[in-house]
């Protein structure tokens, strides 16, 4: 599904993606976890070319996006992205939210947007906030309202960047549950993540990476419970304990 070559990062003098091979295979669930400033979130902007990399492929489903003339409008079609912030338009409703890129950017009718919006929010669990704007919305509703906008494309891998960081503890869980659900269904994911636990239960392989490269990667139970990598074993020493 998503297979990154050789991927090379650099803002300015600074490196921080170091030669980054990475492959994903479809209906996989691939955790990422390490320090800040490790090239985590990096990583995850450059599978859709959200940061353009220095050198290297990034390929998605055997589509080379890095090459000259790649139409990456078409291809991030293919893609949803969720973030840390929610990203919402706070002049938009909820529904409008959600309806507003397949109406402008696929022509799908009105009528036909707005039922699958619906269809959506009910799935994660917001049918009765469809009207609602964004500031009538608590931290983990906005979140859920940004997954279902990023379903609205109908997406083949669907990438999560620390999308639970900014929200209190108590409103972690109900994000989490949505990403349980994708995951059940067979959707493909890239998760940057802090929740360990998530990544315990749902992850089908845990990836270590800190400096730009991957350290350490395997079954989640194995990466945490037993690493083989030292500065594996320091980070999670720290954030298990």
Do not use: W
Request: net charge positive; aromatic share 4%; with cysteine.
């Amino acid at each position: 599904m998503v297979e990154l070559r050789g991927v090379h990062k650099s803002f300015g003098s600074v490196e921080v993606l170091r030669g980054v091979d990475l492959t994903v295979t479809r209906g996989e669930v691939v955790v990422i976890i390490g320090p800040s400033g490790g090239g985590k979130s990096t990583l995850l902007r450059c599978v859709n070319l959200l940061e353009p990399v220095t050198s290297g492929r990034v390929l998605l489903e055997s589509e080379d996006l890095t090459r000259p003339g790649a139409d990456l409008n078409r291809v991030r079609r293919r893609i949803g992205m969720v973030f840390q912030q929610f990203n919402l338009f706070p002049h938009l409703s909820a529904i409008d939210n959600l309806t507003l890129a397949p109406r402008k950017l696929l022509k799908v009718p009105r009528a036909q947007a707005r039922e699958r919006a619906l269809t959506l929010l009910k799935r994660v669990g917001l049918a009765d906030k469809a009207g609602a704007y964004p500031r009538q919305l608590s931290g983990g509703q906005q979140q859920r309202v940004a997954i279902a906008r990023a379903l609205m494309m109908d997406p083949h891998v669907m990438l999560f960047d620390e999308v639970t960081s900014a929200l209190d503890p108590e409103l972690v869980s109900e994000v989490l549950d949505v990403m349980r659900d994708l995951a059940s269904s067979g959707m493909t994911m890239l998760c940057v993540t802090h929740e360990m636990g998530f990544a315990r239960e749902l992850g089908d392989r845990l990836v270590f990476i800190d400096g730009g490269v991957i350290t350490e990667q395997g079954r989640p139970a194995d990466v945490l419970d037993r690493p083989t990598h030292e500065r594996t074993r320091q980070f999670l020493h720290k954030v298990l304990r």
